[in-house]
């Protein structure tokens, strides 16, 4: 039994000429709906270099308590 290799399936989809479908003729498109005011406050630089802050501070403080490398007092 001779099966057809990878390769030999690959250049017979190529070699192919293209059949023309509903996918690539042009459809109309609705107009993308604008973000919302919370989506735009929450993908602002604004906004996630203090989240970030905050989640990587949190993030320090609960693996410390965790393995017990709270910081010494002086």
Same mark, same amino acid.
């Given at each position: 039994?001779?099966?057809?290799?990878?390769?030999? !399936?690959?250049?017979?989809? *190529?070699?192919? /000429? +293209? =059949?023309?479908?509903? !996918?690539?003729?042009?459809? *109309?498109?609705? /107009? +993308? =709906?604008?973000?919302?005011?919370?989506?735009?406050?929450?993908?602002?630089?604004?906004?996630?270099?203090?989240?970030?802050?905050?989640?990587?501070?949190?993030?320090?403080?609960?693996?410390?308590?965790?393995?017990?490398?709270?910081?010494?007092?002086?």
């Amino acid at each position: 039994m001779d099966r057809e290799s990878a390769y030999e !399936r690959l250049t017979a989809l *190529t070699a192919r /000429p +293209a =059949e023309p479908t509903a !996918r690539q003729e042009p459809a *109309t498109r609705a /107009p +993308a =709906e604008e973000p919302s005011l919370v989506e735009q406050v929450v993908s602002s630089g604004m906004f996630r270099s203090p989240a970030r802050s905050v989640g990587t501070r949190l993030g320090r403080e609960i693996t410390r308590s965790l393995f017990g490398t709270a910081r010494r007092r002086r």
